[in-house]
């Protein structure tokens, strides 16, 4: 059961705009292991997904089952409207960013990116000039003619993305393409990435295993555990409404509220930031889940303080408050200090 | 003062072997090749002649023989590549680990087993009577017998090995990315393998090319027992070994110029710091 309700996908559409991906029922078995099962997502034209999920959960397999690299066990894959389950890689209308980019060791990087273009048999001339433009897109026109080891890794990331685009493929797929980076490195590919999106205009589907990343980048994030979505939406849907606990759990710290305590008799999610931290004497607000409790913890995170609340129901509570004034939460409440923990029922999340 | 005496004990040995026994008699086979037989008594003689490279120069017999071993060699070594690489492609990409092991002792089997016992087991293969000619004698096929293809055939049955284990290493070490990536762009399969796998594996075709050739170059076994009348460069130093060493010694530097010739072309490519 999905906290947010996505709109279904429209079956009325004849033929889906290119750039649709849709998985309908898709499992895939090595041996006695099952990596994904039975699948269903849909994946809109232009839009940018993100397969969030820990190792091992199945989102890097199903990316190589759309890109052609694996056979499904059972289902179909649907690519801007056909059936391509049973359709070689080699075949299929979308390219692939790897993971530790896969660029061809013997060959120069303008040799690298115009590969595709010198499969599809075109001219030598009209494939330089693509080249160039490519290179250009990815501020690397100076490199063409190094090799790949010549290059450091954030620009063998940017060859291994144009040497794909350059072959404008209906779906870009992106294997944890920034997770050999470094932190500083990744945020500003994280930015360029979103950029290309935009002017390229095609869908991209994002593996990776970084939460925050999946947030930054995705218009929306399908969250994997153990070879099933959990929950597929928004950035903002997936955070502030997990459907599930390990979907609220993954995706930063939470509060599980015990069925007993919520306002609804069901057991839910409530963010750190969003519980209220009063002191004891506050009167309980109405409407409000509201328990007295005990500071037990102060951890100083910079941006934020976080509170643990020992309340007298038994329920330890994390409170985030944001340090943007003076003076700062940090020294609102100390450790043993008396304190109300309080939050309302639309910031918690039932948790099916 | 201690580091010296460390290295010597290190390299006292191989030295010893090196030089004592590797280099004292590839120089004494040089020399020997300038000296004099006695054409009465067979003595040999030493002293200074170029009459023996005049011989060799002369009698167009050990020319063709030289081109044909040459060209046994070259037949062995392409057919070695041949074989070996699809083989290793499929092992290394397309067979289960079970099937994958099975064939990696299948390939290196043949070493195990006495080069003699080889030769015997191809000479019983495609004698006038044997397996080849009876299994394939109803269909109207009749085999090569005793000729310079068998000895092609039983040459790249002895060496392919060398080849093979080379070959299929180099393409197992391919990252496998590199095969979906090239696919991912749109490449067929013999695509891939001529543009990313041949020339990747490169070296390692050169290394065991090596091997086939200069093994191929001075084996005289085979032709003797497979080759019918097939003559090599071995069988004439063979025949001469007793008979007039500096002919033997001389024509023995045909094959190691060949080999010397082949080396300094494939060095250039890098494929001798793989071996």
Known sequence: MHASAQPAPSTTDAAPAPGAVSLAGVSKKFGDFTAVEALDLDVKPGEFLSMLGPSGSGKTTVLRMIAGFENVTSGSIHLSGTDVTAVPPHARQVNTVFQDYALFPHFTIAENVGYGLRVAGVSRAERATQVGLALEQVRLSAVADRLPHQLSGGQRQRIALARALILRPQVLLLDEPLGALDKQLREEMQIELKQIQREVGITFIFVTHDQEEALTLSDRVAVFNNGRVEQVGTAREVYEFPATEFVARFLGLSNLIPAELSADGVQSSVRPERVRLLTADTAASAGAVSLLGTVSETVYTGPTTRFLVDTESGVRIIAERANDHHPSAESAFARGDRVRVEWTADHASRIG | ?275
């Open chain 2, 1 to 275: 003062m201690n580091r010296r005496a460390q290295l010597s004990a290190l390299l006292a040995l191989p030295m010893l072997w090196l030089i004592g026994i590797y280099i004292f008699s590839l120089v004494m086979l040089l020399v020997t090749a300038f000296w004099v037989t006695d054409p009465f008594t067979s003595k040999v003689k030493p002293g200074f002649t170029l009459r023996n490279f005049e011989q060799i120069i002369a009698n167009p017999a050990y020319a063709t023989t030289s081109l044909r071993t040459l060209g046994i060699a070259l037949a062995v070594t392409v057919l070695s590549i041949l074989i070996s690489v699809p083989l290793g492609i499929f092992m290394a990409k397309v067979a289960s680990p079970k099937l994958r092991a099975i064939l990696a002792v299948a390939i290196t089997l043949p070493l195990w087993a006495g080069y003699l016992v080889k030769i015997l087991a191809m000479r019983i293969t495609f004698t006038e009577e044997g397996f080849f000619n009876s299994m394939l004698g109803p269909l109207g096929i009749s085999g090569p017998g005793f000729s310079i293809v068998t000895v092609v055939l039983t040459l790249t049955y002895l060496w392919l090995p060398y080849m093979a284990v080379p070959v299929y290493t180099a393409i197992r070490q391919l990252p496998p990315n590199l095969f979906d990536a090239s696919s991912d762009l749109g490449a067929g399969a013999g695509f891939t393998i001529r543009t990313v796998v041949l020339p990747l594996i490169r070296p390692a075709i050169i290394a065991g090319s090596i091997f086939t050739f200069s093994l191929s170059l001075g084996d005289y076994i085979a032709a003797k027992f497979v080759g019918g009348s097939t003559q090599m460069i071995g069988s004439i130093i063979a025949s001469n070994i007793n008979l007039n060493p500096p002919i033997a010694a001389a024509f023995s530097l045909v094959p190691i110029a060949f080999v010397v010739i082949y080396l300094v072309s494939v060095q250039r490519t890098g494929a001798l710091e793989r071996m």
